[in-house]
């Protein structure tokens, strides 16, 4: 066997203990019985042992030192480069930094969720300072001389800068706080009111997912807490959740996930098992569950189909036409918290979140005055004030796990969305059409063929440049928001 | 650390990549979507060769080259037994051997299934005869000399020899034989007829899972074609299946796992991912399934209470009162398939697979001898003939699979369910009046805290020595079965 094939073979046995890893996960948030956590937690570490043992392998750092990637076609240098980069990645950090961040983080988590339900910022602030100071050394491990913040984007993104989404979201920023304001002081669509019962719920999810392609001969769907997409290949499971007064939240909580499944099952059999047989990035993979979300599942035409499925399952729910009931769908509403923000303002929590972590990473930001400055800039950007920590700089997980540059993939997947629902309006032009009628399809095919089935094989930016045609811009978004909010709410 | 600190601690983290693959079995066999199994079977195998190169590492056998075992205490001793007994089977087997029955037994189930559902006993035998040659090749690995099928038995049933397990059955066959055709000459209690919903039966089972101790917050019921338990220790799951025809297959099913599963779950927790964190054999396994189904479950006193819960569930289903129902609950039937049969002629059937798997190993008997071989001695025990291949020698899956040496482990489970019931019966003399109210607790306490804690402490027959006082007998099994029997039958 060639140095490549060793390789390959070496790492498709990783891959395979990797989709173990994550099942392990699924099992743990979807079904495992309560008591087995201690057990599941040796476990799992278990698995991370073997796992980062296999990843830093000096056989890995030989092959790669052997194998001229000249001799490769683009699939051979796409794997190569996946592989190099954990190698290197992993090879770079310290171990005994990243037991130490491992260790801090998972006591952080229950240190901030604490201080979140006692409304108490003090309590969280020294080990945050920790968080912080550890992964600034890791990210100046990883940036070696570069810059610190851009390290670990790059972790979630490959090849973005902070500078790049800087200049794509402060350009966004005014026009989507203008766009928010004007929504808000124009006459609101309907509330949805009553109780919709979870099974339910449920039958419709299925019928919803199904609508969108999901494949359930290789994949399950399950009720938790936090829904989320577990898996890659042929074992692509995706959870939901029903709360008796929103279906809204499960249906569309279902439609998202399903978009990450989309990606995982969609991506080319011969990818299976290999470093590319993944979605290539947190951003792409979040363009994928965001058009199906947004673009496709809440625009006029689908949520019209959806409007006849929920009559046929509930009875009259007290909307009047499926004109109304898609302005109760696309309703904005005044909040504090981002996992609750609709289209127009779950950009502008990000931008927030990324101008402060940004700081907070380069050094320009104590974690003193995070709570400050977090308070500013909400009363700039929402107008009114922030009324509790857990309604502002306490309210998301990820700071405490030490998660810095995964929250601006939040964005650049919408902006993907919104470039790759231009492109797709483009290629298919009677696609409403065929969305009244439930049938996703067509927009689902599209994006298989010119997006997801290429997996990791080429990096974010050019990925979504293969599927458009252009460079990603958040252009296409903001122009989307505009006419489609502007339409409801008769700008 | 010392050596055996180090021993200690890499055993640790096989263990639990050990549960971990476990679970990826229960997975498969309970939930998995169906697509999904050719990635499971390429996880599956990257599993094993993770546990297969930590099991066969050479620091494994320098570690315990080092550690004197007259330095340990009972306990350390325990764990040494163990961890050696496996890396010397390990290393005693040619790695191309391994690979090579792996591959055969992998591809002879689907042929013996096949075979099977053909009634084509020819078709299966150039396989059996494959997996035969090469079982008897690994037996004599293993046995450096001494007798092929006794170093089969060893896996399953450490230190118990052929020897020893053909003078216990040839002691009890011919009272089993004369029980059985005493029986089935007299008159039999009424059957079960009716429908019985699934849904109830589900809701009933897990009630009856609850009154054996089943401890849910470390475990889960799920449905599937055939019943097993699966995990150790904070994770141990059962399963069940429904028929609706059939509804003790359902409730028996649970009760057997249960046992399984309450052994698994009250090992001491000090013993927790370590070799002796398990049930010691698959016997003394045995022991505690079947004894909590027949001589707890199928006894008159609980039946008695599984009367009336049956009644609250499913209404009158047309049996007359208590006493009717235990007689129909325990009624003997004719019958072929040894997973269908009664307590009476179970052992039977075991008894009839010992002795020609035995043959098989020693060389006494060619796989062309087989089937006449199974059917004169299928006619001499149960008094007609066999009619068809899958009602005869192909009715089990074990000998395609290459598990020679495990069938006389169900028989020893119910002689040492017989030796264990004796002994508790002495113990707690008025446990039938509690097993009357459903409550089993007396009962599985006395278990737990005479056998399930210890898990491997100790060998098969000291583990039941120490909860009975003497050494495994087949009499007291004998003496319950033509007691309960003759009761029934008024022999």
Not at 128 to 144: M, N
Not at 439 to 460: F, K, M, V
Request: charged share 25%; aromatic share 10%.
């Amino acid at each position: 066997m060639s140095a490549y094939e060793q390789l390959m073979a070496f790492s498709h046995t990783t891959e395979a203990l990797g989709q173990v890893a994550g099942r392990l996960g699924w099992d743990q948030e979807a079904i495992m019985p309560e008591g087995a956590a201690p057990q599941r937690a040796e476990e799992m570490a278990a698995m991370e042992s073997v796992l980062h043992a296999r990843r830093t392998d000096p056989k890995v750092g030989n092959w790669l030192a052997e194998i001229d990637p000249a001799q490769l076609d683009e699939v051979g240098r796409a794997q190569l480069r996946h592989i190099e980069k954990s190698f290197e990645r992993t090879s770079k950090v310290p171990a005994d930094l990243a037991a130490e961040i491992a260790k801090v983080t998972s006591r952080a988590q229950g240190i901030w969720a604490q201080a979140r339900s006692d409304e108490d910022v003090a309590a969280f602030l020294p080990t945050l300072k920790e968080v912080v100071s550890l992964k600034r050394q890791e990210g100046q491990a990883l940036a070696a001389g570069g810059d610190v913040y851009d390290a670990m984007i790059d972790d979630y993104e490959p090849e973005m800068t902070a500078a790049e989404i800087a200049a794509m979201f402060d350009a966004m920023r005014p026009r989507l706080v203008a766009l928010r304001a004007a929504v808000l002081a124009a006459e609101a669509p309907a509330k949805l009111s009553g109780t919709f019962a979870s099974d339910k719920q449920m039958a419709l999810t299925a019928k919803l997912a199904k609508s969108f392609g999901y494949d359930f001969d290789h994949g399950r769907i399950d009720c938790v807490t936090h829904p989320f997409c577990s898996g890659s290949g042929l074992d692509v499971r995706i959870t939901t959740r029903t709360s008796e007064s929103d279906p809204f939240n499960c249906f569309y909580s279902t439609i998202h996930e399903v978009g990450h499944a989309a990606y995982e099952q969609g991506i080319h059999r011969d990818y299976l098992l290999t470093p590319i047989g993944h979605g290539v990035s947190m951003g792409v993979h979040e363009s994928q569950s965001r058009i199906y979300e947004n673009q496709l599942g809440r625009g006029r035409a689908y949520t019209g189909w959806l409007y006849e499925q929920m009559k046929a399952e509930f009875g009259d729910f007290g909307i009047a036409d499926a004109e109304a009931f898609y302005g109760t769908v696309n309703r904005v509403n005044d909040g504090y918290i981002r996992t609750e923000a609709d289209e127009v303002q779950y950009n502008l929590h990000i931008m927030l979140r990324f101008d402060l972590e940004r700081a907070l990473m380069q050094g320009d930001l104590a974690v003193d005055d995070l709570e400050a400055a977090w308070n500013d800039r909400f009363a700039a950007d929402f107008g009114y004030a922030v009324d509790k920590p857990s309604n502002g700089v306490l309210q998301d997980v990820h700071w405490s796990v030490g998660l810095f540059g995964y929250f601006p993939t939040y964005s650049l997947g919408n902006v993907y969305a919104g470039c790759l629902n231009e492109a797709l309006r483009r290629a298919v032009p009677d696609l409403d059409a065929q969305l009244a009628q439930g049938d996703t399809s067509a927009a689902t095919g599209w994006l298989r063929e010119n997006l997801q089935q290429h997996g990791g094989l080429r990096e974010p930016a050019a990925t979504i440049a293969h599927a458009t045609g252009a460079a990603p811009s958040g252009e296409p978004l903001l122009a989307y928001l505009e006419e489609k909010f502007g339409d409801i709410y008769k700008l």
